[in-house]
């Protein structure tokens, strides 16, 4: 093989069952590419009896040692999680990982012989196909012929697909020598015709097996060139990754023919991307952080480092990633149908969903309109709320009240309720006009008084604005419990019972944003349900799918949807809709996260961990730099200041925020602050240890971080 042509790549060997000759395929692709100049190598990461792997090593005439080649083996042929645990070993995946990495530095081809098929299990929540993928190899599928391979070989394609394994083809092994029949002879074209996948060769029933044998019988039978015509980047155009070979991936990256390594992700993201809410001159100047693939509450980089994921990839995720049941309910759905519109037509999953979110909402929501994010579900709300007064004739009623420090989204309505002026200074000759009134939360509190007192005194302004001009007041808008965005502000309890309170009696609408706060973030389901508030609206994202998919939703009442029903030549419709409207794979992904918050119990077993959090958190009372501690449930910010005693903050180009969360990464841990407010947010499903991780780590960061400034 000339220099120019050499590759680096390897492959996953699997098979329909065990006994099916996935090692004589090994040995035969491994002769067979040492005959085109190939420096060949193998690793049979587990092996449970026998000695494939010696034989292996001695018939490809391989130099690494045995351990290197096998570095798990248990005596007894059964499957890997049980034969290890009588054997009272443990199977330790990262060293599977870095030993295939070292292995392939050395060779160009490394050549992985998995255990059994691809559902066989390594550990209890572990199995060969999780293997595959998190070495991010193409799979070559092993089946043998005759009556019965059909349908193995389909439902194994099937299941790679499903978990997203890229498939480079199917070799057939006869392990027998009997004559051949109508379906060995028909089966390969009719698997490769049902499957797309191709068939890449038989390797014959081998009575002597040793290299003169599979060369005279292989050689002509198995196509080789199309294995190594994969591995080679397409030519005929300038290629940006000439520097990089390009080898087909997995589910772990959506980059399915380019194996770039990690630092060629950085550089083409900052050649390519721009990111939300970041300076990108720092950005640029900086090594990103490029996630690979994730499992549980931990996010994998392109180096295999892993984080703990300790903000839910932005307030999203509940029950960890690549959760088996949303996984599946995904492609079951996808399987039917993955999108049709809800204008004019609707679908089995959107209609399920709504009716599962009216049952689980305070009492007295009863439609549901769904969007696609956050700031779309207050989008909706708004409009909703101006336009029923208008189609009533109450045409005064057009001002909404929202609350300093608010943020309810980025598009120009949820802008316009906004009151964080750095988010929103930059568009106010863009948005509509709104009133603006006192938070009930601020920090720090005057003297002599309390946090409650201090916060109803404040509300008072509230209820003067809308005493005095209720007739022209369309809604209030509020974010209930949380202000999130501007650093975990919680309010006391009673706050949000007397803003309803008001608004009812003064009949403006209460829109309850609860794209933050709501899916168990308060302990509860729904941070309204701490004070028994049912609002007008309530607007919904966030982890309405589990962290999946898009997906918003705002829910009203019958009253409202009730201002919208007229003839059609009034032309008093609500004029407004998403493309991706109820997407059912977004609904489907929903319903299956509201299964599981009831299968696990969810917000049952989140109140301990709850009560820990709180524990845990009187340590950062006690930091001198640390000027407030926020939580409500599962909610935390932390207020970093230079001085508590007078109250003094960092400066914004300090950066302190910031330098914490780059603190906390060195050691495993990705959060996101607030300014300088750090921000902790965690997946509910977190585990006690994982809690106390997050929490050590992030005290130890604040240390080292405030007392360098």
Request: with cysteine; glycine share 8%; net charge positive.
């Amino acid at each position: 093989m000339a220099a120019s042509e050499k590759i680096k790549k390897g492959f996953f060997i699997t098979g329909t069952d065990t006994g099916i000759g996935k090692t004589v395929v090994t040995f035969a692709l491994g002769v067979l590419f040492q005959q085109k100049g190939c420096d060949i190598g193998v690793i049979k990461p587990i092996q449970c009896g026998g000695s494939d792997a010696e034989f292996l090593k001695k018939s490809l005439a391989i130099k690494d040692s045995l351990k290197e080649i096998n570095p798990f083996y248990a005596p007894e042929p059964l499957s890997p999680h049980l034969a290890f645990k009588r054997q009272k070993k443990e199977i330790h995946i990262k060293k599977i990982l870095e030993g295939y990495q070292k292995l392939q530095s050395k060779h160009e081809i490394v050549l992985v012989e998995g255990a059994g098929g691809l559902l066989v299990p390594i550990k209890e929540d572990y199995l060969v196909a999780d293997l595959a993928r998190d070495l991010d190899l193409e799979i070559i599928i092993v089946s043998r012929l005759g009556l019965g391979t059909i349908n193995h070989t389909l439902l194994t394609i099937n299941q790679a697909k499903n978990l997203g394994l890229k498939i480079g083809g199917i070799v057939f092994s006869v392990n027998h020598p009997r004559k051949m029949g109508v379906p060995e002879r028909t089966n390969p074209k009719t698997i490769e015709r049902l499957s797309g996948i191709p068939v890449l060769g038989t390797v014959p029933y081998l009575k002597n097996l040793n290299r003169k044998e599979i060369i005279r019988q292989c050689l002509s039978k198995v196509n080789v060139n199309k294995i190594l015509s994969s591995l080679r980047a397409p030519q005929g155009r300038s290629n940006p990754y000439k520097d990089c070979f390009v080898a087909p991936k997995g589910l772990l990256a959506m980059t399915e023919n380019m194996n770039l390594g990690a630092k060629r992700w950085g550089d083409l993201d900052k050649q390519y991307l721009w990111h939300p809410f970041t300076q990108m001159q720092d950005w640029l100047k900086e090594e990103p952080l490029v996630i690979d693939r994730a499992e549980g509450r931990y996010l994998i980089d392109t180096h295999g480092r892993r984080y703990l994921d300790g903000i839910s990839s932005l307030w999203v995720n509940i029950h960890g990633h690549n959760k088996k049941e949303i996984n599946e309910a995904i492609i079951r759905q996808l399987n039917r149908v993955e999108h049709s519109t809800l204008l004019g037509l609707s679908n089995v999953p959107a209609i399920e969903l709504a009716q599962e979110l009216i049952e689980i909402a305070p009492k007295g929501l009863a439609k549901v309109f769904y969007s696609d994010s956050g700031s779309t579900s207050v989008e909706v709300a708004l409009k909703m709320a101006y336009q029923y007064w208008q189609n009533i004739g109450k045409t005064k009623k057009r001002h909404i009240v929202h609350f300093e420090h608010s943020y309810h989204g980025d598009t120009l309505g949820g802008v316009s309720v906004g009151g964080i002026e750095l988010f929103h200074k930059v568009y106010r000759d863009l948005i509509f006009k709104a009133v603006k009134v006192n938070s009930p939360y601020a920090f720090p509190v005057p003297k002599g008084m309390t946090q409650s007192a201090y916060a109803f005194s404040r509300l008072r302004k509230f209820e003067e604005t809308i005493e005095k001009h209720h007739d022209t007041i369309a809604a209030v808008i509020v974010e209930p419990l949380v202000q999130a965005a501007a650093g975990m502000l919680v309010w006391p309890l009673g706050i949000l019972k007397r803003i309803a309170r008001v608004c009812k009696q003064y009949d403006c609408f209460l829109i309850a944003d609860e794209v933050a706060t709501g899916f168990g973030r308060t302990g509860k389901m729904f941070a309204c349900e701490h004070e028994n508030v049912t609002p007008d609206f309530l607007c919904l994202a966030k982890g309405l799918t589990g962290g999946y998919l898009p997906l918003a939703a705002t829910l009203t009442t019958q009253r409202v949807f009730n201002g919208f029903l007229f003839p059609y030549k009034d032309q008093k419709t609500f004029f407004h809709g998403h493309t991706y409207t109820g997407n059912p794979l977004a609904c489907a992904a929903a319903l299956a996260n509201l299964e599981v918050f009831k299968k696990e119990k969810t917000l049952y077993n989140l109140q301990p961990k709850i009560r820990q959090l709180t524990v845990e958190l009187k340590r950062f009372r006690r930091s001198p730099h640390v000027g407030d501690v926020r939580q409500k449930g599962f909610m935390v910010g932390i207020e970093l200041v230079r001085r508590k005693n007078p109250y003094q903050p960092y400066a914004w180009e300090e950066k302190v925020g910031i330098k914490v969360c780059q603190e906390v990464r060195r050691h495993g841990v990705t959060l996101r602050p607030l300014g300088n407010v750090i921000v902790l947010m965690p997946p509910l499903a977190i585990s006690n240890s994982e809690l106390k991780k997050m929490l050590d780590i992030t005290y130890r960061a604040i240390k080292q971080v405030t007392k360098n400034i």
